[in-house]
């Protein structure tokens, strides 16, 4: 079975302090690792999908990198409006026609950035 | 382009009575998934349908919860004889296949309240 597991479960970080979000699971073969950004009473909001070991995504502040047991999430200079919940998801082989495509979310990071 | 749009964005109902949640997916993706996320607990996955294929049920929680998809777009979830342990926020998600990118995107959801 997929797990993913994010650490810490929350962060409070100032202004301009950098810091990394951690996320790691578990796979029968990884197909994918995705982040998404969750806003209060919002649907997730897709930011990366990752394919590889080794492989890197940039989008801003925001760059996520993966290894073959974790991927972190690293936020550059923050700004208040990166406030929001990170969650990390992973999807696993297709496994004889059933579950393709179904993702294996861990409980998500509460990022709050102070100014 | 537009989003994945659900209906209603909330939904108040007493124990015992017959719900039924609506998803809009993106035009032309052929995949569609539903989530759930309660209070505390990451999303959860509950059904699938890709194209004219069988859905994946094996998420679903009980018997009472159900769902289908017309015409290979709208789809509908629908919960009989609610309990109060169904209350969460239910998500919709499609994803475009027949591509190599392979992530969902996600609508607003239906926040469920159970009295």
């Known amino acids: 079975e997929d797990q993913v597991t994010q650490s810490p479960e929350a962060l409070r970080l100032q202004e301009g302090e950098s810091s990394s979000l951690n996320c790691s699971y578990t796979?029968?073969?990884?197909?994918?690792l995705f982040w998404y950004r969750q806003d209060p009473g919002k649907g997730p909001e897709f930011l990366f999908t990752?394919?590889?070991a080794g492989e890197e995504k940039e989008k801003e502040r925001l760059k996520a990198t993966l290894t073959k047991k974790e991927s972190f999430l690293h936020i550059t200079a923050p700004k208040p409006e990166d406030s929001a919940t990170y969650l990390c998801?992973?999807?696993?082989?297709?496994?004889?026609?059933?579950?393709?495509?179904?993702?294996?979310f861990g409980q998500g990071t509460i990022l709050t950035v102070h100014p | 382009g537009a989003g994945v749009s659900q209906s209603p964005s909330n939904k108040v109902t007493e124990k015992g009575k017959d719900v039924e949640l609506r998803c809009d997916p993106i035009?032309?993706?052929?995949?569609l998934y539903w989530y759930r996320q309660s209070l505390g607990q990451g999303l959860e996955f509950l059904i699938y349908?890709?194209?004219?294929?069988?859905?994946?049920k094996s998420g679903l929680p009980s018997d009472r919860f159900s769902a289908e998809r017309t015409g290979g777009s709208v789809s509908t979830l629908t919960i009989q004889r609610t309990q109060q342990e169904d209350s969460a926020v239910y998500l919709c998600?499609?994803?475009?296949?027949?591509?190599?990118?392979?992530?969902?995107?996600f609508g607003p959801g239906t926040r469920l309240t159970v009295t």
């Open positions: 998801a992973v999807q696993g082989l297709y496994a004889g026609g059933t579950s393709y495509g179904k993702l294996t």
């Open positions: 035009s032309g993706h052929t995949a």
């Open positions: 349908f890709q194209g004219n294929s069988a859905p994946d």
């Open positions: 998600a499609s994803r475009l296949t027949g591509t190599a990118m392979r992530e969902q995107y």
């Open positions: 796979v029968s073969g990884l197909r994918g």
């Open positions: 990752l394919y590889s």
